[in-house]
């Protein structure tokens, strides 16, 4: 969001097939955030990128421990390696994960 309005929405089926609603959520997640690094060097290029974090709002609870703990439990271990790109994110504060409600 930027002054209240959506910047980008996107809707797309995944290249992989996730054995859980937990890896969907953390898969486009990681789909999610690279969107967002992207925006946050087009905004700072025109001097509008704010030094706050970037707050992703993710509707799986799993999916945001995932996002802070990395590999939380053996049924993460399958994801593959790639996907935790968001966690070095969220580890350096480019990123925080909130939780959302999904009726929201």
């Known amino acids: 969001m930027l002054n ?5 929405w996107d809707l797309k ?9 937990t890896e969907a959520e953390f898969i ?3 789909s999610a ?10 905004f700072s290029s025109i001097n509008h990128l704010s030094r706050t974090t970037t707050i992703l709002l993710i509707d799986n609870q799993e ?10 439990s053996k049924n993460s271990k399958h994801i593959e ?6 966690c070095e994110k969220f580890a350096n504060g480019t990123i925080a994960a909130k939780y959302i ?3 929201k």
């Open 4 to 8: 209240g309005n959506p910047v980008v």
């Open 13 to 21: 089926k995944q290249a992989s097939t996730s054995l859980s609603s």
């Open 28 to 30: 486009a997640s990681m």
């Open 33 to 42: 955030t690279q969107e967002l690094i992207w925006l946050r060097g087009l």
């Open 63 to 72: 999916a945001i421990s995932l996002i802070k703990n990395g590999l939380s």
């Open 81 to 86: 390696l790639h996907y935790y790109f968001i």
């Open 101 to 103: 409600f999904t009726d």
